[in-house]
């Protein structure tokens, strides 16, 4: 079965530079999550997204932003990139059809390094 | 608001022991899910189980038993009889009703399987 597929799995960038993540959900999924893991700690909510249209945002930076495109794949924009910006980021999608969130499915995850 | 805690932020056993990771916690909402996810060294979450606050019946799947008590607001994991492959980080997390809502993670719980 399809899963989440995120990409690039690494990334390695300069401070002050900008990266761009992108994720493509399981097909008919219409929900996608954006979670930032930094090291040794717990993945945290960014923003998600339903029918293309932003539903919660978290702790997402202001230096950060995403979208959900027509297709319903999500990228996640990071510019002016800080050390503490290096982290694992997954995105995750469920089937939310408006109501109750279901099960999210992860993807493997993009490691992002800031030298 | 939501929160979850993993008191245990580490435990090691040895090879065929039973092991049980707690989790407990906090919400507002009568309707919420609570999830466990492993995260092996490789990095990416998978999902193990889901539970709704309506369905208090303890599950089993193989080796693995969770034990959901509304009443001390706890979602504890067993593993029986544990097995080098489960060493990995475990994460219990909660997810409040809505549309689209995000998973609230605990902090984790780093298990290491000794031969």
């Known amino acids: 079965a399809a899963g989440v597929i995120q990409s690039p799995r690494h990334l390695i960038k300069e401070k002050r530079e900008t990266a761009t993540l992108k994720c493509y959900p399981i097909?008919?999924?219409?929900?996608v999550y954006w979670y930032q893991q930094g090291p040794g700690q717990d993945p945290q909510f960014l923003i998600s997204?339903?029918?293309?249209?932003?539903?919660d945002k978290g702790s997402i930076p202001d230096r950060f932003s995403a979208q959900q495109f027509s297709d319903y794949h999500s990228e996640l924009n990071m510019s002016s990139l800080e050390l503490g910006d290096s982290a694992l980021y997954f995105c995750?999608?469920?089937?939310?059809?408006?109501?109750?969130?279901?099960?999210?499915?992860f993807g493997e995850g993009s490691r992002l390094t800031v030298l | 608001a939501q929160k979850v805690t993993q008191a245990q932020t580490e435990i090691s056993v040895v090879e065929k022991e039973d092991v049980t990771l707690d989790c407990v916690y906090e919400?507002?909402?009568?309707?919420?899910?609570l999830f466990w996810y492993k995260q092996p060294p490789s990095g990416e979450l998978v999902f193990l189980i889901r539970?709704?606050?309506?369905?208090?019946q303890n599950e089993i799947s193989g080796r693995y038993s969770w034990n959901f008590q509304k009443s001390t607001s706890s979602f504890n994991f067993t593993i029986t009889a544990s097995q080098v492959v489960d060493s990995a980080v475990y994460f219990c997390?909660?997810?409040?009703?809505?549309?689209?809502?995000?998973?609230?993670f605990g902090s984790g719980t780093q298990l290491t399987v000794l031969p």
């Open positions: 995750a999608s469920s089937l939310v059809g408006g109501r109750v969130a279901g099960e999210l499915f």
């Open positions: 997390a909660l997810s409040e009703s809505g549309s689209a809502r995000q998973l609230t």
């Open positions: 919400t507002r909402d009568t309707t919420y899910y």
């Open positions: 097909p008919r999924h219409d929900t």
């Open positions: 997204f339903y029918e293309k249209m932003q539903s």
């Open positions: 539970r709704n606050s309506f369905d208090e």
